[in-house]
C-alpha cells in the first residue's frame, strides 16, 4: 500500500481544519485498521510531509534529518504528524511493514492549481497578476514530479522497514522568484510590475523547510529534473490544458477558503 491520499492545502486547513483532521488522521487510521488484517501486505509506505518538522528559523539552520523532534505550526501539518504517530503505533503494536516519507513541494503537469506553481501559472494565463503571501520572502524546496515518482520507486524497492526517508531538491527558491521566473517563462518580463501583487499573510507561515536527504541517496536516488526545465515542462502542459479543471476561479483567489463553514456534527 502506497498511501498518498490526504487534504493537503495549508491555506484551506485554515478555513476548514475538521475536515483535515477527519482526512488525513480518521482516513489513515481506517487504512491501518485494514492493512493490520491483511497478512499478504509487505510495505505499507505512509507519505507525509516536510511540514510536520516545523519551521526552519532562519537561513543557517541545518537540514533536518528524519530524527529531528516534530512541530507542525499549522493545522493540515498537525493533522500529518498525527497521522505519523498512529502509523508508528501500528508498526509496534502489530508489526506493519511500514515505512514514512516526509517530502518537499511537488511541481509538474497535472496538479491542481490551488498550490502555488500552478496557481501562478494560471492566474498569468488569465491574465491576472500572481497573487504573493507577505512580502515574497517565504522560501520553499521545489521537486519536479518524475523526481518525486522515481523517489517513491526507489523506496518501494530498497526502502528499509521501520525507516523514514526524506525526499528533497536544490531548488530553494523564494515565493517572488518563482513569480518572477514563471513571468519570464510566459515572456512577460516587460509586464512584471503589474503582474505581481502582494496580498496578506497567511495566520502563520513558515519562514522556510530544510531536509536532509543523505538516507535517500544512499538508497541511490538523486534529483535529476533542473528548476529550469521543470518550469519548462510545467507551463507547457498548463498552456495546453488550463481549461482542463473547469471553474478553478475559487483556488485562484489570494486566499482560498474551500470549506470555510465548520461542521462540528
Known amino acids: 500500500i502506497m498511501h498518498f491520499a ?18 488525513n488522521i480518521m482516513g489513515t487510521h481506517v487504512l491501518l485498521e485494514a492493512a493490520k488484517c491483511c ?12 511540514e510536520v518538522y516545523g519551521e526552519g528559523e532562519d537561513f543557517e539552520t541545518d537540514p533536518m534529518t528524519e530524527e529531528h523532534i516534530l512541530e507542525p505550526t ?7 504528524a498525527g497521522a505519523e504517530f498512529l502509523a508508528k503505533s501500528y508498526r509496534r503494536s502489530f508489526g506493519l511493514p511500514l515505512i514514512i516519507t516526509r517530502g ?34 517565504n522560501t520553499r524546496n521545489f521537486l519536479y514530479v518524475e523526481d518525486v515518482a522515481s523517489a517513491f ?7 528499509k522497514l521501520g525507516e523514514i526517508y526524506n525526499i528533497g531538491g536544490q531548488n530553494e ?5 518563482v513569480a518572477e521566473a514563471l513571468i519570464k517563462e510566459l515572456g512577460l518580463e516587460a509586464q512584471q510590475d503589474e503582474l505581481v501583487t502582494f496580498v496578506g499573510d497567511r495566520a502563520f507561515n513558515d519562514l522556510r523547510y530544510t531536509i536532509s536527504t543523505d538516507k535517500l541517496s544512499a538508497l541511490g536516488w538523486a534529483e535529476e529534473t533542473t528548476w529550469e526545465d521543470g518550469l519548462r515542462k510545467t507551463v507547457e502542459w498548463y498552456k495546453k490544458h488550463t481549461g482542463r479543471y473547469g471553474n478553478i476561479d475559487a483556488a485562484l483567489v489570494a486566499h482560498p477558503r474551500q470549506g470555510l463553514k465548520q461542521d462540528f456534527s
Request: hydrophobic content about 30%; cysteine-free.
Open 6 to 23: 490526504a487534504q493537503t492545502h495549508v491555506d484551506n486547513s485554515f478555513g476548514n481544519s475538521f475536515q483535515f483532521t477527519h482526512n
Open 74 to 80: 499549522n493545522p493540515y501539518a498537525a493533522t500529518k
Open 173 to 177: 527558491l523564494p515565493n517572488i522568484a
Open 104 to 137: 518537499n513541494n511537488v511541481y509538474g503537469p497535472h496538479q491542481y492549481p490551488e498550490k502555488l506553481v500552478p496557481k501562478f501559472i494560471n492566474q498569468l494565463l488569465r491574465g491576472r497578476p500572481v497573487t504573493l503571501h507577505g512580502d515574497g520572502s
Open 39 to 50: 497478512d499478504t501486505i509487505r510495505r505499507f509506505v505512509h507519505v507525509s510531509t516536510d
Open 153 to 159: 520507486d526507489t523506496i518501494l524497492h530498497r526502502g
